[in-house]
């Protein structure tokens, strides 16, 4: 089988049309359909194929990304960042240091720099960034430890993958703003 003939055969056949219109690869060996037969789409129409191979894509995009450094993945824990993210939610970041304000970023704990943070960009300035908590009263941040210098900023969060019910992009939002995805 030639390249057109392999092309021809992942096309719908136009010339059928109707209800009855059965492809010829869901016929019986007789060459006719039987009478209680129902047409079935094969093969996949070119929507699906296309949807499917966007997805493939983007999943290899994502792990040749992670293999190669430009990702990681991080859990939160604590409720500082309540609404928008809950303890046990994980996300994927990317790794970066330019971050606007209403990014929602992981730094490193400036008391503790083993520690990372999950915190929300308050306010950007020339060397360092402003960072807090989407629930103030449950957040330790920047009003209590200062501006975060910019070689502390690990990345910028850009998807939640857990929970299954909350998975999604992690919008751009104003400190306290409950910005979760629709």
Do not use: F
């Amino acid at each position: 089988m030639n390249i057109s003939q392999s092309l021809r055969s992942l096309l719908p056949n136009r010339r059928r049309q109707g209800a009855d219109a059965v492809s010829a690869r869901s016929r019986p060996q007789g060459g006719c359909a039987q009478p209680n037969e129902r047409p079935r789409a094969y093969p996949p129409q070119p929507s699906d194929s296309w949807a499917t191979a966007r997805t493939a894509a983007s999943a290899l995009a994502g792990l040749g990304a992670l293999a190669i450094g430009r990702l990681r993945r991080v859990e939160v824990h604590g409720p500082s960042m309540l609404p928008v993210l809950a303890a046990g939610d994980r996300l994927l970041v990317v790794v970066t240091r330019r971050v606007r304000a209403g990014d929602v970023v992981v730094v490193r704990d400036p008391a503790e720099p083993g520690r990372l943070v999950v915190k929300r960009v308050h306010r950007v300035a020339a060397g360092a960034i402003e960072v807090r908590g989407d629930n103030a009263a449950a957040s330790r941040d920047s009003r209590d430890y200062g501006p975060v210098p910019r070689r502390l900023v690990v990345g910028r969060a850009c998807w939640r993958y857990h929970p299954q019910g909350r998975t999604g992009r992690i919008a751009r939002g104003l400190v306290g703003e409950a910005t979760t995805p629709q």
